[in-house]
């Protein structure tokens, strides 16, 4: 398996309309990832909020299938 990343912010409302909006939002959730090391689990999620805390996306991460042909870390090893 292969692990995936999704990140999905909705712009518009008037704490989020521009790439400031987004780089202070996304900051959080970055500097709350570099504070939990390795424990970022497959099938973990949040939320993400603009400086006014209404929620603007969702983040999550997975497990994917690679595509046909893709080679995978367990590919590698062998």
Same mark, same amino acid.
């Given at each position: 398996?292969?692990?995936? %990343?999704? &990140?999905?912010? $909705?712009?518009?409302? *008037?704490?989020?309309? =521009?790439?400031? !909006?987004?780089?202070?939002? =996304?900051?959080?959730? %970055?500097?709350? %990832?570099?504070?939990?090391?390795? *424990?970022? &689990?497959? !099938? ?5 909020? !603009? ?6 996306? =969702?983040?999550?991460?997975? $497990?994917? *299938?690679?595509?046909?042909? *893709?080679?995978?870390?367990?590919? $590698?090893?062998?």
């Amino acid at each position: 398996m292969v692990a995936g %990343f999704t &990140l999905t912010i $909705e712009m518009g409302n *008037e704490a989020m309309r =521009t790439y400031a !909006d987004i780089a202070q939002a =996304t900051r959080r959730i %970055f500097a709350d %990832f570099a504070n939990r090391g390795d *424990e970022l &689990l497959q !099938d973990d999620s949040g939320r993400i909020y !603009d400086l006014n805390g209404n929620k603007v996306g =969702t983040w999550s991460s997975d $497990e994917v *299938e690679p595509e046909e042909g *893709e080679e995978t870390d367990e590919d $590698e090893e062998e």
